[in-house]
């Protein structure tokens, strides 16, 4: 593949993770405002919220069945087109469960995104991998922290749908190059390192489930912000989701990108698990003091972000280091386990605020930031019994 091509694939994929920051994080200013127009109680919200999580677990799993059978750019430009239509629908549908069906095909394809991009990555990052890995997230948290701030704008002057009206175009700007570019020959599907243990003999081992229950937990405190914040500056102290809740959404995520571009060599340095004990207490501290500071708790809270952004990468490198060879296939089964733990325990959070009151589910994320700190208590503790794979 000559050098043009090969760094066309470069912006593609990169292109395509700023995409899905941007994409993804639009709800911070549309959820608050789609549960107003609607008027759904938070049970409903929270179920709402849980079935896209849900949606995108099982089309994790979907998408790397797609990439074994049909290959990298099939799976790559298949999930751009159902993204694009699915996001040209809520435009035009009347209806919450319609806005909710639309929404599940666009949290789909971000699941086929989540594979085919990482599939794409191990292809071209032959060298200098970790870096370049880095890279990588670093624009998914740049089109994180752009989103809510232009969905605000875009809300204020005209309405919640044309947000996502206006974000499709934007996917045409990755499809229309994918279709045309001639992706690298996918290599090492069939490699027997990948075919030493299977996906059900991985979610049979008790070591990933305790990853899988510690990522879950880092997951649904990673995205309460993203998903409950909102409503609770608006629902508790009336502050507008258009302005201060986009504000608040985009500080979350400028500190989260910076925590990505420059945290990993400090995490080097610290160790993994250390460094993953520290984020987990300050992350503690930080939804402490900001629900304790009330309203003015929307200057603190975004701090979060700087400390959840290691979470995903380091725990997953760390089960790259328990389970060796096996780790591909280890940590795949992780992640979708992890992930159905998170659409759960998004669903609680919104049966917590119906229950309980509109303040209660985002600060519940308190309490899961603790069953954090166990987990990896237990996880430290396991972890001394090296891997040993059945035959």
């Known amino acids: 593949m000559n050098k043009s091509k090969h760094l066309l694939l470069f912006i593609i994929l990169f292109g395509a993770m700023f995409l899905f920051g941007f994409i993804e994080n639009i709800k911070g200013v549309t959820y608050p405002l789609i549960k107003t127009e609607f008027d759904v109680s938070y049970e409903q919200q929270g179920m709402m919220v849980s079935v896209l999580s849900f949606g995108y ?73 970790a870096l370049l890995m880095n890279l990588m997230h670093f624009f998914y948290g740049a089109g994180s922290s752009l989103s809510p701030l232009t969905a605000g704008r875009i809300a204020s002057s005209l309405d919640w ?75 508790v102290y009336g502050l507008d989701p258009k302005t201060q809740g986009a504000s608040f959404i985009s500080g979350f995520y400028i500190l989260f990108t910076i925590s990505r571009l420059l945290s990993g060599f400090a995490i080097e340095k610290i160790g993994y698990l250390r460094s993953l004990f520290i984020a987990a207490f300050a992350s503690v501290f930080v939804l402490c003091l900001g629900f304790v500071l009330g309203a003015r708790g929307i200057y603190v809270l975004p701090v979060l972000g700087f400390f959840a952004a290691i979470f995903w990468p380091t725990i997953l490198a760390v089960a790259m280091g328990y389970f060796g060879k096996d780790a591909p296939v280890m940590t795949s089964a992780i992640i979708v386990i992890g992930g159905a733990i998170n659409s759960g325990v998004q669903f609680l959070m919104g049966l917590t605020n119906r229950l309980a009151g509109p303040a209660w589910g985002y600060r519940s994320a308190l309490f899961y930031a603790l069953l954090i700190v166990a987990a990896l208590l237990v996880l430290r503790k396991r972890q001394i019994h090296p891997y040993v794979q059945e035959t």
């Open 161 to 235: 749908r044309y947000v996502y009206l206006f974000s499709a175009p934007l996917v045409l700007l990755v499809f229309v190059p994918s279709v045309f570019t001639r992706f690298p020959k996918t290599e090492g599907e069939d490699d027997a390192r990948t075919k030493k243990v299977s996906f059900f003999a991985a979610v049979k081992t008790p070591m990933v489930w305790v990853f899988s229950v510690t990522l879950g937990f880092m997951v649904a405190v990673e995205l309460c912000s993203s998903n409950w914040a909102g409503l609770y500056f608006q629902d």
């Open 57 to 129: 677990v099982i089309f994790c799993l979907v998408g790397g069945i797609l990439i074994g059978s049909q290959g990298v750019k099939k799976t790559f430009v298949l999930g751009i087109f159902f993204m694009t239509a699915g996001l040209g629908a809520i435009f035009f549908l009347p209806r919450f469960l319609f806005i909710t069906g639309a929404l599940f095909v666009v949290y789909a394809t971000f699941g086929i995104f989540e594979v085919s991009t990482n599939a794409l990555a191990t292809q071209l990052f032959t060298s200098r991998a």
